[in-house]
C-alpha cells in the first residue's frame, strides 16, 4: 500500500512539472528578414553650423581620425582624411554622414558623431531688437522660446508695442513673419504666445504710437 502511494505521489509530481515547463515557453523570436527601422528624418528644427563654430569630429575605432576644427569663413573644415569638406549650412547629422562617405574610401565602415562645442556663428544666434531693455544677439539653444529671448535681453522697454511684436524667420531663403503678442505673454501669462526660436531668428519690438 505504501508503495502503491508512493507511485502515486510520485506520477503526481512527475505530472505537475511537465504542466509548468510547458507554460514556460519562451517567446517566439521575431523573423529574420525583418526589416530594420526606418531612419528619422532630421528636425527642420536642428542646429545649423556655421562659419566660425567650432567642431568636435569623433570616428569611432579611429582615434588618430578624430580631431576638434573650425569652420573656416569658406564654410569648410578639413579632418584627417578628409579635407575641405563643406560644412556650413549643415546639421552635425548630415555632416557626420557627408564624412563617413569621404572616409569609406579609406576605412571600413566608418562610424563618426560631430559635436558643435562653441556655436558662434549668425546661425546659432537669435537677435532680439526695438523696444526692449538690452537689444543684442543671444547665443541660441535648443528649446529656446519668446519667452527665454526676452527675459535674456531684460524685458521690454518702457515704450513697446509688445503685441505688435514679430518673429522674422528665414526659410529656404524667404522670410517669414509670425506674429507675437508680447504683452500678453508677460503681463497675462498667456502661453500660447511662447512660441519656440530657431537659430538665426529675428525677434523686433516695435515702439507704440501714441
Known amino acids: 500500500m505504501k508503495r502503491f502511494r508512493s507511485f502515486i505521489f510520485g506520477l503526481w509530481l512527475a505530472c505537475t512539472a511537465a504542466a509548468c515547463a510547458a507554460q514556460g515557453t519562451a517567446p517566439a523570436a521575431p523573423p529574420a528578414d525583418a526589416p530594420p527601422p526606418a531612419a528619422s528624418k532630421v528636425d527642420e528644427n536642428s542646429y545649423l553650423i556655421g562659419p566660425g563654430d567650432t567642431l568636435q569630429v569623433f570616428v569611432w575605432r579611429n582615434p588618430e581620425l578624430s580631431t576638434t576644427v573650425p569652420v573656416r569663413p569658406d564654410g569648410k573644415i578639413s579632418t584627417p582624411l578628409a579635407e575641405d569638406v563643406v560644412a556650413v549650412g549643415k546639421t552635425p547629422t548630415q555632416l557626420a554622414r557627408e564624412i ?111
Open 100 to 210: 563617413e562617405k569621404v572616409l569609406s574610401d579609406y576605412i571600413r565602415s566608418p562610424q563618426v558623431n560631430v559635436i558643435v562645442s562653441n556655436p558662434v556663428s549668425t546661425f546659432s544666434q537669435v537677435k532680439i531688437i526695438g523696444q526692449v531693455t538690452t537689444p543684442q544677439a543671444i547665443a541660441y539653444r535648443e528649446g529656446m522660446t519668446v519667452l527665454d529671448a526676452v527675459l535674456a535681453v531684460g524685458g521690454l522697454a518702457e515704450f513697446a508695442a509688445g503685441n505688435r511684436a514679430k518673429i522674422v524667420r528665414n526659410e529656404d531663403g524667404k522670410s517669414k513673419e509670425i506674429r507675437v503678442k508680447l504683452e500678453d505673454l508677460v503681463n497675462k501669462g498667456d502661453m500660447k504666445q511662447n512660441l519656440p526660436m530657431r537659430p538665426g531668428d529675428v525677434l523686433v519690438v516695435p515702439e507704440s504710437i501714441f
